[in-house]
């Protein structure tokens, strides 16, 4: 089944694009025409075409039309020409055009180009979607408003735009299972698969298997590994510390040549994975040492993740988070939380950061009636606000809090809070104004 597709035509009045016209609508197109190029510009301007067909004399409109997209809805544009010279066809694709095809072509083939086309700009515009509603869950899946997970953001972002490895660092429960979706799911590869590969008590050769496949040996049948099964995707190697030196050799070969060969073959294999490699901290130099040789070894662009003790401030909106986030799940009608319920809960240390907090607060939920179980006696002398705080007043009464607990020293308050001192001397400002 072909697609269909509403096709502009644009170039001046000539017997091709009229015949070009009539084989489109008996294939079921929608097919308008303009000679003009501020006409043609309008039209892509406005979105009213998924193909643009451009005659010879409209490809010095091109800069021009390509500028009329903006920010709107991806389409795809085709050189109808037979005249262009190699350079021309190599300026044109540059230029954004996705196809150059010789008018006077038999009809399948004019017709496979438009229908190529039409599918390959349905895939962009369905990518585009997926890709704003994963940048919105990006944001609820790195929840926070502090510096270091600003920082965390930023770098997935940038690590998700580039083409090479990515290391992902950070203690248990920091949230790294997160980060190495994102990466894939910000991602050009977002459509292909995402496989993720448990490192951690794996026997080497099975490991070895499993990525690379193995060649036909007597009776054993030839099988595929990820490295070929994912092609396009992304491959996750989780808790990648514990990979053998020799198979982070072969894994770092195939990522840069692009290619691998299955155990026991010779045969050179074309791959098209990225790898995106988690590995947890801890203070043993032998992780530490771990770490740098990945790092070093695939030339990897590193997100670590901070430990919660980093980024207190974010507690009181990872509270919210998750409440909100249970309630939905389990049809729980949550009350409010108060300031006064939540702030305790930043002076705790979290060993097992954000996912122990997750946890805490989905059982303290489940086992009340809702309510916050928390030590209130921390809190004496802090004005905590209305049980329906906002945002603002809960930053507030937090950064207040610390302030006392630091017996009003900013510097040290300023590094606790994970903020500079500029910013929170801005803010006590604001504050003794109100």
């Known amino acids: ?50 193909v643009v067909l451009l005659a010879h004399d409209a490809l010095t409109s091109l800069d021009l039309l390509m500028e009329a997209q903006g920010g709107g809805a991806p389409m795809s544009f085709i050189a109808l020409s ?8 190599r300026e044109v694709l540059r230029a954004g055009v996705s196809d150059v095809v010789d008018p006077a072509s038999a009809e399948p ?19 585009a979607i997926l890709r704003a509603r994963v940048s919105d869950a990006a944001r609820i899946a790195l929840v926070g408003r502090s510096p270091a997970i600003g920082r965390v953001r930023e770098l997935v972002s940038r690590a998700a735009a580039g083409r090479a490895p990515v290391l992902v660092t950070g203690e248990r429960g920091t949230g790294k299972d997160i980060v190495a979706r994102l990466v894939h799911d910000l991602s050009d590869r977002a459509a292909r698969p995402l496989v993720t590969v448990r490192c951690a008590g794996a026997q080497p050769d099975a490991l070895e298997r499993e990525l690379f496949g193995h060649a036909a040996t007597g009776e054993v049948r ?56 988690v590995a947890r901290e801890s203070a043993a130099e032998s992780d530490a040492a771990s ?16 430990p919660l003790r980093e980024r207190r401030s974010d507690i009181p909106l990872l509270v919210q988070h998750f409440r909100r986030r249970l309630a939905a799940e389990h049809g729980l009608d949550l009350p409010a939380v108060s300031p006064d319920d939540i702030l305790p809960l930043t002076a705790r240390e979290w060993a097992g950061n954000v996912r122990e907090l997750e946890h805490w607060v989905e059982r303290d939920a489940l086992a009340t009636d809702g309510r916050l179980r928390t030590d209130r006696g921390a809190l004496q002398g802090v004005d905590l606000g209305s ?40 803010k006590l400002k604001q504050y003794r104004s109100e």
């Open 109 to 127: 083939t004019l017709l496979a180009a438009v229908e190529r086309a039409a599918r390959e700009g349905q895939l962009r515009r369905e990518l």
């Open 1 to 50: 089944m072909h697609s269909i597709a509403r096709v502009l035509v644009a170039g001046r009045d000539e017997p091709n694009l009229h015949a070009l016209h009539r084989l489109l609508e008996s294939a079921g197109h929608t097919v308008s025409r303009t000679a003009g190029a501020e006409e043609a510009a309008r039209l892509v301007s406005a979105g009213e075409a998924d």
């Open 387 to 426: 049980s329906q705080a906002t945002l603002e007043q809960l930053e507030r009464a937090y950064i207040m809090h610390v302030l006392q607990l630091e017996s009003g020293h900013q510097s040290r308050t300023a590094s606790r809070l994970g903020i500079d001192r500029r910013t929170l001397y801005r």
């Open 222 to 277: 030839a099988r595929a590994g990820l490295l070929e099964e994912a092609w396009g995707g992304t491959i996750v190697l989780d808790d990648a510390s514990a990979l053998p030196t020799s198979l982070r050799a072969q894994l770092a070969r195939a990522s840069a040549s692009r290619s691998s060969r299955r155990v026991g073959g010779q045969e050179t294999i074309p791959v098209d994975v990225r790898l995106v490699l």
């Open 82 to 89: 037979s005249t262009l010279s190699t350079s021309q066809v």
């Open 291 to 306: 770490i740098e040789d990945l790092l070093v070894r695939f030339s990897a662009t590193v997100v670590d993740v901070p």
